[in-house]
């Protein structure tokens, strides 16, 4: 059977900001975690409006968006034909538009997208430097003198814990990152999807070697891309591609 490393089987993704969006949301619930103090809002993905940018001259398959994976129609129902799991798309709408370009080329159809599936990360490995995360709400509090970049070492999943879903969200750990299979990297790819950036969190190393500024279909036409990818991921991390690992 072929060795699944953890590295090397979910990745992150997110939207480049062209255009970007900025969502409103029907907070569901505020309070304080009773162990740490932390502040914890709740929402909900469902009667979510957005607000777009100023950027951008074509709506793109994914608008960047720090509170949320949001999906151009097309690509919503690819994902749904193709079967890919771990997700529940609901419709979105859009509030207004702050570029006159995109106003003018109609209302297009993007949802907001759920992501159901779990994994469990070892927290152990996000940092070296005396960092914590709380157990109840799982903020992290990373060293005051942490020097890695983004304030992570790495991310590592814990492949018992996973699913499998195709979308997937760390359970573990309270932040608003999202990872993907490579199965819907090769849609992408098939697809040509544009503005989608892929691998930074996870596995720490872009799936280009240099990420071209907008993420146009050309660059998936790669065939090798995850071939590739996997030898700069055990240049970065030659401990976890040791003989006898993953156990
Ligand atoms: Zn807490």
């Known amino acids: 059977m072929e060795t699944v490393y953890p590295m090397l089987s ?8 062209n255009p970007g969006a900025t969502l409103f949301q029907q907070y569901l619930k505020e309070e304080n975690c009773p162990a740490c103090g932390a502040k914890i809002t709740v929402k909900s993905p469902k009667n979510a409006a957005i607000w777009v940018g100023a950027t951008g001259s ?8 720090i509170d949320g994976l949001i999906l151009h129609e097309r690509v ?5 034909s193709e079967g890919l799991t771990g997700f529940i798309a609901h419709p979105l ?11 003018e080329k109609g209302d ?6 759920e992501i159901t599936g779990r994994v469990d990360i070892d ?10 995360v709380c157990p109840v709400c799982f903020t992290r509090n990373p060293a005051a003198d942490n020097p890695y970049r983004w304030k992570e070492k790495r991310v590592f999943p814990l492949m018992e814990t996973w699913d499998g879903s195709d979308f997937t969200r760390i359970r573990n750990l309270r932040w608003g990152i999202h990872y993907c299979s490579k199965r819907f990297i090769d849609l992408a790819s098939r697809h040509k999807w544009r503005n989608f950036i892929f691998g930074q969190s996870l596995p720490g190393v872009g799936l280009w070697e240099k990420a071209p500024k907008e993420i146009d279909g050309l660059s998936y ?16 991390h030659p401990d976890l591609f040791m003989r006898g690992f993953p156990p």
Do not use: H, M, T
């Open 10 to 17: 979910l990745f992150e993704l997110r939207g480049f900001n």
């Open 58 to 65: 074509k709506w793109s398959d994914v608008l960047q968006c």
């Open 76 to 80: 919503v129902n690819v994902i749904i």
């Open 93 to 103: 709408k859009i509030e207004k538009i702050g570029n006159k370009k995109l106003a």
């Open 108 to 113: 297009p159809s993007y949802s907001i997208i």
């Open 123 to 132: 927290v152990g490995q996000l940092d070296d430097v005396g960092g914590s």
């Open 221 to 236: 036409l790669d065939p090798l891309w995850f071939e590739k990818l996997s030898e700069r991921v055990k240049i970065k």
